[in-house]
């Protein structure tokens, strides 16, 4: 009977002294001259097995040539393993090559550095790092479905293709069919966007926000949870042109309800992967950042400071430290400010009630007139992993902000209709979710999250 | 203490003859001399509560003007109701608005068509229609999602944006961050591409496959869930510009093996559905499709056949029925022939073995050297809901393929390398997630179940 490794381990005492099938991949060969240990792997779990064979194989000669890479199956014995880490290994009965490897196969048993495994991004979960980062990925939008899922909210499929410019068309992608090489011109001299497939000019979205609002209006708690799109021409660690974002909107829900949401569903998806990935992240805490496990565990048993953001600036105008960027009551802080917050009180911090000014159009006013009511979550070795806020629910104040801001609001009406029709308080939050795996991985760079990344100048495969 | 609905029902024992205070939305509301009716809807289930108040609320005259669609809270003593099919009913003692609805709400307590519905696309999740099919939409992707997690897929983002001209370019949208108005154009008189965001030519892609099978040669069994875009200029009820397809490939896994998995997880989901939907799901089946839940219920419980191609044709042949379009052994089937087969198996029928000059490159060549080991799966009542097939493992076979077929083999390389890197007998299946709900709702035009649909003429919000 054909087992997955996972089978395996999961019930070890029933198979040990057993005949079992398996069947993947030779990571390793070691060639003795009347034995050899394949290092094998299936990919159901972290951990490979040792496969043991030796010279009374009827094609041992023939075993001994299979390269790494290639694919194999395997019937043998599950014995206890003498080695330590190893619960078992197998004693060949029976190796037979499916899909050889060639000699040229780039994923030899050595370390590669990621920058050549970005090249070869179709093969690199292949590799110890890949493996567990993947695996971890599967797993927090898992958890992060369940979250939701058990707590009332409705998954909403909001639109990437979009017609309305809200967001500003500058950083969205333009999307056509189009000939690029034959465009006809109106008489203004511009292209004539009637002849596009939607009659009219048309972007990938970076945000489901507002589509969002719309859900919670008739389902009270929603999320949404899809790929978005940015245009920024930045080749920094921390930008992606295509990545992944969780943006849930609850009615009736204001901005402290909003953080006790932001809080509990981020230590429950932090809990769900310490309890499911412990080989992966005892890997990743010791070859990628030490201390990995203790820095996630102490978020799940922490309690999330809530501060104000001017209260933050005074805090940091007194402290003892020469600032790159000096803090300001009428500014955003910088990477260096959002360190020593959270050194400061050791843990996650809500920073809340920011400079309206440099915060977006539907964020709610607060009565001071200066400030709206928006929160980011600021936490230990993340930086900001979550931007939200109660969202402008007054008609009126909305639509006196977005003419300020100079938005269109032409292509939003329907939105700003919401406040019309039996509008109420409600808040909503984003969470970048490679920002989340860099988090739970320790993996620094945006490209080693993403399974094929997307950034200026690379589109690979 | 506030309470969802959903709450309420789940421990109605418990809040029987308690004061709740609740949160949500007015349904309708109907108005006596000494007191009136508000049927209330809070979004977190599908079945709405009356609201029974009288002339001693202080604010009675007020409480009578509040509108349809309003956003209200009120606290009141929870008593059983007099209503058959309702478990319950509010006895109010305060009744609150929270946000007034204008007199010209579109959603009114009548009948609405669905084309008008689809005009105000971000209101109509508030009828009881779109209440139930976007619910179920929630269920079904989270079922999805349970199905393959727990028996030990990894769900993989594969990317959106592709340079990859493999599907045909022809197919797919063109993203750019050009100015369509000022394209630079080169001495061959093309628009030089190498100024765009990646260098070159991009693409939104209509299919996570290619990138799918690299993810499956590491991890064995993965699954995709995400947006698919094609560029269609199709204006009918099963065609949509936008849609979300599952896209599950498997390494050492047969045609057969495939077809165990594509029964397993249909039926999981179905169940789910029916376990989790029962008042959207009786709505529906008395609204939209009368004999919906039996359609379901029995395909939870047959056996799907599994007949071959040539075998099919063979029966529409000697069946006494004039074909709009003649069945034959190099063609596909038609609608006609769909509904026939799946009548004359009285269930759900895989066919499989197709004419390979109808099939992609990339599916395994049977010895016959005429067909491939694809298969479709038919459904009473919803036509093709999968289709999948063993992928071609042989390098030097599917490179002959694709010349044959004339496929840009450039942009591939990568892809058919995976056959020379331990590649293996696999296979996969694409669902389109939307052609599931149309199945599951009994709902019958595709804009109908996607949140905000986009076709051809249509971006609307």
Request: with cysteine.
């Amino acid at each position: 009977m054909k087992r997955d490794l996972v089978e395996i381990t999961r019930e070890v005492d029933k198979y040990l002294g057993e005949q079992v099938e398996v069947e993947g991949w030779v990571r390793n060969h070691r060639k003795q001259k009347e034995f050899g240990f394949i290092d094998f792997a299936d990919g159901t779990q972290f951990k490979s097995m040792q496969i043991v064979y030796d010279d009374k194989l009827d094609n041992f000669e023939d075993v001994q040539k299979i390269r790494v890479g290639s694919a194999i199956s395997v019937v043998g014995i599950l014995v206890k393993s003498p080695k330590e880490g190893q619960l078992y290994e197998l004693q060949a009965q029976e190796v037979k090559l499916l899909g050889d490897s060639l000699e040229n196969y780039p994923i030899q048993p050595k370390r590669h550095s990621r920058e050549f495994l970005r090249e070869v991004a179709y093969l690199r979960p292949r590799t110890n790092l890949f493996q567990a980062v993947f695996r971890i990925r599967s797993l927090a939008a898992m958890a992060i479905h369940e979250y939701f899922q058990s707590h009332g909210y409705v998954y909403v499929h909001t639109p990437l293709i979009t017609c309305a410019d809200c967001e500003g068309s500058d950083q969205m992608f333009k999307i056509t069919t189009l000939d690029f090489d034959n465009l006809e011109k109106g008489p203004d001299g511009k292209v004539d966007m009637s002849k596009d497939l939607f009659g009219k000019k048309a972007f990938v979205t970076g945000s489901g926000q507002l589509h969002g609002e719309a859900f919670a209006m008739a389902y009270k708690k929603i999320y949404t949870f899809g790929p978005t799109f940015r245009t920024e021409n930045s080749n920094t660690k921390t930008h992606a042109n295509e990545f992944w974002m969780i943006e849930p909107e609850i009615a009736f829900c204001d901005l402290n309800g909003l953080m006790d949401i932001e809080e509990e569903m981020l230590k429950y998806v932090v809990n769900y992967v310490l309890d499911r990935a412990k080989d992966e992240l005892e890997f990743l805490d010791s070859f990628v950042e030490n201390g990995l496990i203790e820095k996630l565990t102490k978020l799940v048993n922490s309690k999330f400071t809530r501060i104000a953001h001017r209260d933050v600036i005074d805090i940091l105008k007194k402290a003892d430290v020469k600032w790159e960027f000096e803090p300001d009551y009428g500014e955003d802080i910088a990477k260096e400010h959002e360190k020593y917050i959270t050194e400061y009180f050791n843990g996650p911090v809500f920073i809340t009630d920011w400079p309206k000014d440099i915060k977006a159009y539907y964020m709610k006013q607060n009565a001071d007139g200066k400030t709206v009511a928006a929160v980011d979550l600021e936490v230990p070795g993340a930086g900001e992993l979550m931007g939200g806020s109660q969202r402008e629910e007054d008609y009126d104040k909305l639509v006196r902000r977005i003419e300020e801001m100079k938005v269109d609001r032409s292509t939003i009406e329907w939105y700003l209709s919401l406040r019309q029709y039996g509008g109420c308080v409600h808040s909503g939050f984003g969470m970048g979710f490679e920002r989340l795996l860099i988090y739970l991985t320790g993996v620094e760079n945006i490209r080693d999250v993403i399974p094929f990344p997307r950034t200026p100048g690379s589109c690979l495969y």
